[in-house]
């Protein structure tokens, strides 16, 4: 089964619009980490934004919020006032951990969304 | 902070040739990580190391990849001899440590086309 599912596999979005780019997630652990990352089509991955499960709050960085559904096991990207440069393939990531600080397990990834604003 | 380094950013072989990458990771990280990224898929785990020593390289296939990290900081990975399902972005990561909470960042990576 996918531990990772991205619905979207590609999104047009109109330049200063509001996108929301969706993650679903299964496991059974009761502590573990959800990563967004992007990656342009120069290759690089770059990483945008983490949520822990044990967080009360939705995490937000500048543009980037993450929109956590913890009984709904839904962690959806939102990117506010879309801009040209965020044209890029976007990657939802879990990693699953028994502690904190000592896990080996592997960072689990979607399929990715490609997204395309138009201007 | 200076990100992960990558080199060379392009590669172009013919099959059955040789080739190495380079990986500086971030200052203090102790972690790091190889990735291989076939166009239209999500990054697959090579190998992961934990300041010098192996922690997980059950997908690295052995008979032609190879990986160290000798010191605990820079890390190469080799592929010998280069086969055409070789043709892939790979990637270099790095963590602070290896708790779920840890993000990885990752180098520009290095294109690898096997002709």
């Known amino acids: 089964a996918q531990k990772i599912t991205q619905t979207q596999p590609g999104m047009f979005v109109q330049e200063k619009e509001a996108v929301t780019l969706d993650c679903t997630y299964d496991t059974s652990d009761q502590s573990y980490g959800l990563f967004w990352y992007k990656q342009p089509s120069s290759g690089e991955m770059i990483f945008l934004i983490y949520q822990g499960s044990y967080d009360e709050q939705n995490a937000t960085e500048g543009r980037y919020s993450l929109n956590f559904q913890k009984a709904r096991k839904s962690a959806n990207l939102v990117i506010s006032a879309s801009q040209l440069g965020d044209s890029a393939m976007y990657f939802c990531a879990m990693r699953e951990g028994a502690a904190l600080m000592d896990s080996n397990y592997q960072l689990i990834w979607g399929a990715g969304t490609k997204l395309i604003i138009k201007p | ?115």
């Open chain 2, 1 to 115: 902070e200076a990100g992960v380094a990558q080199s060379p950013r392009y590669k172009i072989i013919e099959k059955r040739q040789s080739v190495a990458f380079w990986c500086n990771p971030i200052s203090g990280h102790a972690t790091l990580y190889w990735y291989q990224q076939i166009l239209g898929q999500g990054p697959k785990l090579l190998i992961q190391f934990q300041n010098n020593g192996v922690v997980d390289d059950s997908q690295l296939p052995k008979d032609r990849f190879s990986a160290e990290r000798l010191k605990g900081v820079d890390s190469t990975l080799k592929i010998q001899p280069a086969k055409l399902e070789d043709s892939a972005v790979y990637l270099c990561a790095s963590s602070p440590g290896q708790g779920y909470n840890q993000p990885q960042h990752f180098g520009d990576g290095t294109r690898l086309s096997i002709l």
